[in-house]
T-cell receptor
Framework: SAVISQKPSRDICQRGTSLTIQCQVD?????MFWYRQQPGQSLTLIAT?????????ESGFVIDKFPISRPNLTFSTLTVSNMSPEDSSIYLC??????????FGPGTRLTVT | GEDVEQSLFLSVREGDSSVINCTYT??????LYWYKQEPGAGLQLLTY?????DMKQDQRLTVLLNKKDKHLSLRIADTQTGDSAIYFC????????????FGTGTRLKVLA
């Protein structure tokens, strides 16, 4: 299994600002994913980030609001832009294993005031 | 449609067995997973089952799959206080995309 770290672990931000979340993996992986978990809710996939191509966004999520970078096979960033209180959530990155299992980072807890 | 349902809460006494249930609607799912989320943490993969299996056992964990009823369950034997967490089932749909649909999550509380 992969070991995944995320930075920051938590942040409190003002509305209208942007936050970039980093995801680092200890091995090279092809597929990485970004999820949002709103308070008390399940996980919702934001986008799939593959190295060398643009991220693929799910319905309801757009690149202008959640730009993603994937510069190499061990690293990705997710930016939450022009934040509002509705963006307060836990943001998690994950990577795919050979049996389509996913391994998750510890998450970034974002509060927007 | 794609929908994965779980009961919201389950409370058991320490030492008893816990059974967490999940129903899904996508009959094309090929892999199904169980994840555990402890407070303030990410998701930890507990176990998985292929759609051509009926049962899988892994130490204290037993997964049962009823494809006809689209029902998945996770049994935890000899439940401990450290098992208190939220448990999510997930199905892998669309063979080429690795996309998951997560269940609503079941909060398990183990009483000492």
């Amino acid at each position: 299994s992969a070991v995944i770290s995320q930075k920051p672990s938590r942040d409190i931000c003002q509305r209208g600002t942007s936050l970039t979340i980093q995801c680092q993996v200890d091995s090279q992986v092809t597929m990485m994913f970004w999820y949002r978990q709103q308070p008390g809710q399940s996980l919702t996939l934001i986008a799939t980030a593959n190295q060398g191509s643009e991220a693929t966004y799910e319905s309801g999520f757009v690149i202008d609001k959640f730009p993603i970078s994937r510069p190499n096979l061990t690293f990705s960033t997710l930016t939450v832009s022009n934040m509002s209180p509705e963006d307060s959530s836990i943001y998690l990155c994950s990577v795919a294993g050979p049996l389509r299992e996913q391994y998750f980072g510890p998450g970034t807890r974002l509060t927007v005031t | 449609g794609e929908d994965v349902e779980q009961s919201l809460f389950l409370s058991v006494r320490e030492g008893d067995s816990s059974v967490i249930n999940c129903t899904y609607t996508d009959s094309s799912s090929t892999y199904l997973y169980w994840y555990k989320q402890e407070p303030g943490a990410g998701l930890q993969l507990l176990t998985y089952i292929f759609s051509n299996m009926d049962m899988k056992q892994d130490q204290r964990l037993t997964v049962l799959l009823n494809k006809k009823d689209k029902h998945l369950s996770l049994r935890i034997a000899d439940t401990q206080t450290g098992d208190s967490a939220i448990y999510f089932c997930a199905e892998s749909i669309s063979p080429g995309t690795y996309k998951y649909i997560f269940g609503t999550g079941t909060r398990l509380k183990v009483l000492a």
